[in-house]
């Protein structure tokens, strides 16, 4: 399982990510933390190779991931 931190690093390598922070409402789909149904925030990634030139692809993230993408804050672990 590893650390919040940990399973975003994963989920994300091979890509940039950066905040955009525009609302996209609720979504019932999980979040790519594993984060369950709730607000979504817009991110923007971009695979590390792909050339500075080339189009960025959008998703909607929770508020932890936001603020960990904008930040680097990690949420608090949940006691397990
Ligand atoms: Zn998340």
Redesign the pocket.
Same mark, same amino acid.
């Given at each position: 399982m590893g650390t919040w931190a940990e399973r975003?690093n994963e989920y994300w390598e091979g890509f940039h990510v950066v905040a955009d922070g525009t609302e996209e409402g609720f979504a019932w789909k999980k $979040? /790519?933390?594993?984060?369950l149904a709730g607000d979504r925030y817009r991110v923007l990634y971009q695979p590390i190779s792909a050339e500075a030139s080339e189009p960025w692809e959008a998703v909607g993230? $929770? /508020?932890?991931?936001?603020l960990?993408v904008a930040n680097a804050e990690t949420p608090e672990e949940e006691e397990l």
């Open positions: 975003f $979040c /790519s933390c594993g984060g993230v $929770c /508020s932890d991931c936001l960990y």
